[in-house]
Structures are given as C-alpha cells and as structure tokens.
C-alpha cells in the first residue's frame, strides 16, 4: 500500500485485551478452542478491535469488535453488517460470516480469515479483478433482497443537503477551491435538480483499498466490511471504487467500462459534486472519537471529487 493511502485510511484501532472477557469467551467457545495467538490489523478508518486470531487447535478467524464507548456510531454499523451477511449468504468474493455477538453494548463480529493483501492499485490487472467482482455482486444483489432495512444512495444525498450544503456555515465553505464557491449556486442547483440518484441494487457504498484483499492462494479479490452498505443505483459500487482516481480519466474509464448511459453518468457526476463539497467542508469539523485521520481523509478525498467534477462538468 503507498505511504499516502496508508495514512489517509489509519484509525486508532482498540486493542483485542480491552475487550471485556465475555466476549473473549464466546470466542473461545464458537472457535471451539482457546485463542492462543492474536494478530492485531491495522488500516481502515475504524477505531473497532480488528485481529486475526489463531487457537490451540490451529484454527484461524477474523475478529471485529466494537463498543458505543469506543465509538457511538460504530455498533449500528456492525449490527447493520450481521445482517446483510445473515441474508445475502456466502459468496467467493465475501469473507464468510462464522457468528455474531451483542449483548446490548458489545457487538463483535466472527469472520473467515482471508490471508491476502490490498490490491495494488498501480498494476491494472488488479484493478481489472476487483471491477469485475464488483460486477459479479452487483449481478447478485440486483434487486436488493426485500427484507435487507437499510437508507439509500438518495438519503444520503438528503443528508448532505440539509446538514451543509443548503446554507453551509462561513467557516466550512472558506475550504472549499475558489472556483467551486463562484460557481457554488450553480453546481448545487446541478446536483439537486435531476431527482433522487436511487435504484434498486444492494450497494457495497464502500469499495475502498483497505476494504478489499486478494486472497494468496487463488488470487480471489474479497470485500470486506458491509457496515455502511444501502440501497442505490446498480452502479454506485463502481463509482465509490473510481473515487480512488477521481481527479483521473481512470475515474470515467470505469464508468464507461460499467456502460452507464448518458443519464446516469450525469447522476454519476452530481453524486461527485454533492460528495466533494459535502466531504471537503466536513474535513473542516472536529475528528470523531477513535477517527484521528477522518478529516485528512475527507479533505483528500474531497479534493479529488470536486477535481473529477470540474473535469467531468466545467464550470
């Protein structure tokens, strides 16, 4: 991973031994062996537990652990993670759901332990796997599954509207390029005034470097992490994988690999703008608790969708 990313993506990650030890012992139980080695991983913007584990008996799992001391938001998206992966089931490119805990305050989660790394994004056939496995989920989770709850692409665009980007404060638009706020009328009468970006496909929304690894032994791409998913259109995994290269023609080379129409890459272009000024103006807000890297990693990314932006729709 280069050293940039690495940065941008690091939360501080709670150790496996702060875990109260009832849940150390349901471990134990539904691995059917005490756990003898811990290995911590760190990357992601999480401050959850996140350990390899291995056990007496040699068998290894994945674990993420989270309480609302640790963070407030984090236990609704574990909980939202259960059950997507109870309903939609395994799959080659998802890590296997082993088993789930929540006592109330504690949610932690047991997976298959993908022993892999992060794709190289600078060789292109690692980026061609991971684009035809978003493909492949996409194919699978069209239409979303009737008894998944969850928000949508559109509610999320309503959430930026109504917390910054209708009268966003002084303060937070000052960070935002000058040639976004001269044109900041204009684009954000663009971004409201197609309609709801909605469909009827169960997105990953969250199709990032440290959410993905390539398994060692068959070269499988495996997506981590369903926290955050929601309902949306069938190509908004493919549009929150080329944020990546959002400011680069790699980010419209995607798109137009995926074969969206000409209303859809207009929608694809207002979701960009409605994230770029939404997550450059929230860099500018105090970090959450465990999050340290949350701001710098909003204002970057930020950064790069409005430069996509300007290029996709100059202004």
């Known amino acids: 991973m280069p050293d940039d990313v690495a940065k941008r993506l690091t939360g501080t990650r ?32 999480s401050p959850a537990v996140a350990s390899t584990l291995v056990t007496a008996s040699g068998t290894r799992a994945f674990v993420k652990a989270v309480s609302s001391d640790i963070n407030p938001d984090t236990p609704s998206h574990f909980r939202h ?4 992966l109870q309903t939609i089931g395994p799959a080659a490119y ?34 061609d796997a991971v684009f035809a496995v978003v493909m492949e989920q996409v194919a699978e989770l ?15 665009m309503t959430k930026h509207q109504a917390l910054i980007l209708a009268d966003p404060p002084a303060e937070l638009f000052a ?16 971004v409201t005034g197609g309609g709801p970006v909605d469909g009827d496909t169960l997105c990953h929304w969250d199709v990032r470097h440290d959410n993905l690894l390539v398994r060692e032994r068959d070269e499988q791409v495996v997506m981590l992490d369903w926290g955050v998913s929601r309902r949306g259109p069938w190509w908004a995994d493919v549009f929150v994988m080329g944020v990546e290269w959002a400011e680069l023609d790699l980010f419209d080379q995607l798109l137009s690999r995926a074969d969206l129409s000409d209303d859809e890459q207009r929608d694809a272009t207002r979701l960009l703008a409605s994230f770029g000024c939404y997550l450059l103006m929230s860099s500018a807000l105090p ?15 930020g950064a790069r969708c409005l430069a996509g932006t300007r290029r996709r729709l100059p202004l």
């Open 81 to 84: 993670e259960i059950e997507v």
């Open 142 to 156: 069209t239409p979303i599954p009737p008894t998944i709850r969850t928000d949508s692409v559109a509610d999320i």
């Open 94 to 127: 998802r890590a296997d759901l082993l088993a789930s805990y929540d006592d109330g305050h504690w949610v932690a989660i047991l997976l298959e332990d993908v022993d892999g790394d992060h794709p190289d994004w600078d060789d292109a056939t690692a980026v």
């Open 175 to 190: 960070v935002l390029p000058a040639w976004t706020r001269t044109s900041y009328a204009e684009l954000m009468s663009f």
């Open 14 to 45: 709670a150790p496996y031994a702060t875990m109260p030890a009832r849940v150390r012992t349901w471990i134990d139980e539904q691995l059917g062996s005490p756990v003898v080695s811990v290995i911590p991983r760190t990357g992601g913007m």
């Open 287 to 301: 970090a959450p608790p465990g999050l340290p890297q949350l701001p710098a990693f909003r204002a970057d990314v």
